[in-house]
């Protein structure tokens, strides 16, 4: 998540990651910066971050899985999408995305990208 008068959204460069239910696309915990700061609500908006129903899931899903199958041959992609009034758009797509989100929420990160063959 984005904040202030940032033009991006990554964690990398002082956005806001939080962990989401990819079956239902609810955020089910805090916020998090880099530095380690947590975040209840979202400090621009005032919307709690826990429980938030990203607008659009479903769609959203549709769109990278039909993205995704048009790179059958790469292990891994970090997809950078926005919602707008016209509805998603991809706004970029990463061979080597930032781990920051599940690294923060999942202590067994590295483990499972073992498990998968991707490391």
Not at 52 to 66: D, G, H, S, V
Not at 71 to 97: C, P, R
């Amino acid at each position: 998540m984005g904040m202030g008068d940032s033009v991006v959204d990554n964690v990398g460069a002082g956005g806001i990651v939080a962990k989401v239910d990819i079956n239902t696309g609810i955020i089910t915990s805090f916020g998090r910066q880099k530095n380690g700061k947590i975040f209840l609500k979202h400090p621009d908006t005032d919307n709690c971050i826990i429980g938030y129903q990203i607008p659009m899931w479903n769609e959203l899903c549709t769109i990278i899985k039909k993205a995704a199958l048009m790179f059958q041959t790469h292990s891994y992609i970090s997809w950078d999408f926005a919602l707008t009034e016209k509805g998603w758009i991809m706004v970029e797509a990463n061979g080597t995305g930032e781990f920051y989100g599940p690294e923060f929420f999942d202590s067994n990160f590295r483990g499972l990208l073992k498990k998968s063959g991707m490391i």
